[in-house]
Structures are given as structure tokens and as C-alpha cells.
Nanobody, 116 residues
Framework: QVQLVESGGDLVLPGGSLKLSCTAS????????MGWYRQAPGKQRELVAT???????NYADSVKGRFTISREFLKKTLYLQMNNLTPEDTAVYYC??????????WGQGTQVTVSS
């Protein structure tokens, strides 16, 4: 199976920025799409952003204009650049890899806390 390892979560002030990383054990050539999801206390896990193998991106309305998803194939790494963070962005962020039906893989999550 694909192993995913996230990093970059931290405590940050409102208005600040963070960049999350997710490194995959397999080549991106075998992955149909990848994405970032997040889960806040008392909330269900929600989609933040996705990117397909072809490079098409999709963002949740709540993060459009503030977050950017990207990936570097040679490093097998997915990124999420988060700018202008607010307390509402506080959550555990999870990396996801989709290899097709019934082949979804998740990282362990990384905590992002936005607070003064």
C-alpha cells in the first residue's frame, strides 16, 4: 500500500502562513489524484483541496484564494501552502492518495493551530 507522511503543522498567529508537506512511498505515476483534508474538533472530515495526476486542482470555497495545492513528482511530495490563516482553519490536516476504486490511502495527520 501507499504510505503517506505529513509534516509542517504548527501553531501560528492569525494572518500567518504555513506550508504542509506530504511524501508518498510510491511514484505519483500510480496515483490518480491526491488531496488535503482536515478535521476540526466536533466536525466531520472535509475536503480542502485536490490535484489530479494531470495537474487539475479543486478547492473548498472556504480556502479559495488563500491555499494552494501543488506537487513535485521527483520528490514524490505533495504541498499545501496556507496563507492568511484564521482560527477557523484550526484542524488536523490529512494527506490523501487515490489510486482508484477501493484504493484510498491516508497519512497520519498533522496538527495546525491558528491562535493568538
Amino acid at each position: 500500500q501507499v504510505q503517506l507522511v505529513e509534516s509542517g503543522g504548527d501553531l501560528v498567529l492569525p494572518g500567518g502562513s504555513l506550508k504542509l508537506s506530504c511524501t508518498a512511498s510510491d511514484s505519483f505515476l500510480s496515483i490518480v489524484s491526491m488531496g488535503w483534508y482536515r478535521q476540526a474538533p466536533g466536525k466531520q472530515r472535509e475536503l480542502v483541496a485536490t490535484i489530479t495526476r494531470g495537474g487539475s486542482t479543486n478547492y473548498a470555497d472556504s480556502v479559495k484564494g488563500r491555499f494552494t495545492i501543488s506537487r513535485e513528482f521527483l520528490k514524490k511530495t505533495l504541498y499545501l501552502q496556507m496563507n492568511n490563516l484564521t482560527p477557523e482553519d484550526t484542524a488536523v490536516y490529512y494527506c490523501n492518495a487515490n489510486l482508484g476504486p477501493d484504493r484510498q490511502y491516508w497519512g497520519q495527520g498533522t496538527q495546525v493551530t491558528v491562535s493568538s
